[in-house]
């Protein structure tokens, strides 16, 4: 299952070789978790669906997270009740197909988005995803133009209002084909585009190690761009251990010198029976 497909149902060992003798070392999973505070964890909710949202809460506060990633409107205050955040806030309806580069959706999306922003605000929250949607034929460039006229009127509301409105960077080679917003250049130039310090990139790891590589001097080198982080394990999305061909305290470390003060969520699909297990597991090997 995919975060679309868990959406839509909740509305969706080169690596080991390639380190030998390096010195590195992939932390142990423990069951006392003592965090270094240099990073806000969160965690993203699709990816632990069969899990009721109180229980997950409860154990991620356990863990050391701040907070939730991708929670609907209605979800926030059970985040709330655990002392956590909602890191990354949906709107009402959102679309990764069909989104801001195509004109006909953005009365509907607009309406969306001006009732969230100022749900988000009075919640206290700070950051709410957007999305490009597909191409369906359309230039890089013309979905650029049609982005930037949909979002300016928001991300002025967004400016009143103190939200942060971040555009995802998604793979269109495995995971979401045909997307748009789907290499850091192109959402680079939206963003300039916009010009506003209440519009920025959400960069996910997953995503751009499949699409354009190169994440740590990519991170270094958008690091103004770029507000918030997901992490999953290439290939295949799921954790984030030597089974991949990601390091991650690397890339974290990276983040972390950049001197980030944003989220970063854990967005790995757990395989095995101890779904918090992986994720605590997964934060301690990001928490550098």
């Not at 590195?24 to 006392?32: E, G, N, R």
């Not at 699909?269 to 934060?283: C, K």
Request: charged share 20%; proline share 5%.
């Amino acid at each position: 299952m995919n975060r679309k497909e868990a959406i839509h149902l909740m509305t969706g060992g080169s690596l080991t070789l390639g380190l030998a003798g390096s010195g590195f070392k992939w932390p142990a999973m423990t069951h006392t978790t003592s965090l270094k505070g240099n990073i806000n964890h969160s965690a993203c909710r699709w990816c632990y669906g069969k899990i009721p949202l109180d229980d997950l809460c409860r154990q991620a506060k356990e863990i050391g997270l701040v907070g939730i990633d991708l929670l609907k409107p209605e979800e926030w205050q059970t985040a709330f009740d655990h002392g956590l955040t909602c890191t990354m806030a949906y709107p009402e309806y959102s679309s990764l197909t069909e989104g801001f580069n195509d004109p006909k959706m953005h009365g509907k999306l607009q309406d969306s988005y001006r009732k969230g922003i100022v749900l988000a605000a009075e919640a206290g929250l700070k950051n709410m995803i957007c999305f490009s949607g597909n191409r369906n034929g359309l230039a890089d460039d013309a979905g650029l133009e049609n982005c930037a006229t949909g979002l300016e009127p928001l991300v002025k509301l967004a400016e009143q209002h103190n939200i942060i409105l971040q555009m995802e960077l998604l793979n269109s080679k495995v995971n979401h084909p045909d997307y748009q917003c789907d290499k850091s250049p192109w959402g680079v130039a939206l963003v300039e585009k916009i010009g506003s310090p209440n519009f920025k990139l959400l960069y996910d790891i997953y995503h751009m190690q499949i699409m354009e590589g190169d994440v740590i001097a990519t991170i270094r080198q958008n690091k103004d761009y770029y507000g918030h982080y997901h992490t999953g394990g290439v290939p295949g999305r799921h954790e984030i251990n030597e089974t991949q061909e990601l390091y991650y305290p690397a890339i974290m470390q990276a983040i972390v010198d950049t001197g980030f003060q944003g989220y970063v969520a854990q967005e790995f699909i757990p395989t095995g029976d101890d779904p918090i297990a992986s994720l605590r597991h997964g934060v301690m090997t990001c928490d550098v």
